[in-house]
């Protein structure tokens, strides 16, 4: 397998896999939605709340910020060696949040939420929790912990995560003086026309949606739009709670698991 990163940088990740096939990017695409973990408020514990909104919406806004994830530091409750019901530090995170509106209206904003992990933060202190209106008061304490996408999307590291067949495109060799309506009609601008003759502008952007090839008046068309059938650009963009790399990194740990528990199952069939 070959990798060839196009974009990369704290929240997205944009990379060319060649000699994969389906079945593999679909596995790593499923699992990072789904199974690679991250940090996200699981209980609320409200202290004081006489702003406008229920508890529970509080608690549900708080629940979707995303947080700042330490995987190394940190286990899933399930697998933590404390098995306790209320976590201990090295499956929980404790955020509190103290806020009054003493002056007049204002916004409450998730960098105010206190953790006392100071990694463990939302990734945006601009983030809004509520509008409390003057002597209002909202005082809570929440507990993050680890969990994963398919249990709730709050768990989810990664905001969009798929992939595509790299595109291949053949353009006539001839000149082609009847119209320019391909390169009208592309979407995504992938042509160009030089000298009177098609030409390939920008090959990725193509999402094969096959508008060039029906617009074009010769039937059937000098154009050639195919895709590869083991190459795949793969665009990861995360939520901030992880780097992209690293979700994609952790994905292909959990396959690999995931596998080696397959192959010991089978073993342990009796023969
Ligand atoms: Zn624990």
């Given at each position: 397998m070959k990798i060839e990163i196009l974009e990369k940088n704290d929240t997205n990740l944009r990379i060319i896999v060649k000699e994969a096939d389906v079945p593999l990017m679909n596995a790593l695409r499923r699992i990072a939605l789904a199974e690679v973990p991250c940090?996200?408020?699981?209980?609320?514990?409200?202290?004081?709340?006489?702003?406008?909104?229920?508890?529970?919406?509080?608690?549900?806004r708080l629940?979707?910020?995303?947080?700042?994830?330490?995987?190394?530091?940190y286990s899933l409750p399930e697998e933590c060696k404390c098995q306790s019901e209320f976590g201990c530090s090295e499956c929980r995170v404790t955020l509190t949040l103290d806020s009054?509106?003493?002056?007049?209206?204002?916004?409450?904003?998730?960098?105010?939420l206190v953790s006392d992990n100071p990694e463990i933060i939302p990734v945006s202190d601009r983030i809004p929790i509520i509008k409390l209106a003057k002597n209002q008061k909202l005082k809570l304490e929440a507990y993050a912990r680890l969990g994963r996408g398919k249990v709730h999307a709050k768990w989810q590291p990664v905001s969009m995560c798929a992939y595509?067949?790299?595109?291949?495109?053949?353009?006539?060799?001839?000149?082609?003086?009847?119209?320019?309506?391909?390169?009208d009609i592309?979407?995504?601008?992938?042509?160009?026309?030089?000298?009177?003759?098609?030409?390939?502008r920008d090959l990725l952007a193509c999402n094969l949606c096959m508008d060039c090839v029906e617009a074009c008046p010769k039937?059937?068309?000098?154009?050639?739009?195919?895709?590869?059938?083991?190459a795949f650009i793969m665009n990861i963009e995360s939520t901030g709670a992880l780097p992209p790399e690293r979700v994609l990194k952790e994905a292909t740990k959990i396959l690999g698991k995931e596998l080696n528990l397959l192959e010991e199952l089978l073993k342990a069939e009796p023969q």
């Open positions: 940090m996200a408020i699981e209980e609320v514990v409200m202290i004081e709340n006489s702003s406008i909104l229920q508890d529970e919406i509080i608690a549900h629940g979707l910020t995303p947080l700042k994830t330490d995987l190394d530091a009054e509106a003493k002056e007049g209206t204002r916004s409450v904003y998730s960098g105010e595509k067949y790299y595109p291949k495109i053949s353009t006539p060799t001839e000149k082609c003086e009847e119209c320019t309506k391909c390169a592309c979407p995504k601008k992938v042509y160009e026309i030089k000298d009177e003759k098609v030409d390939v039937k059937p068309s000098p154009l050639n739009v195919e895709w590869e059938k083991n």
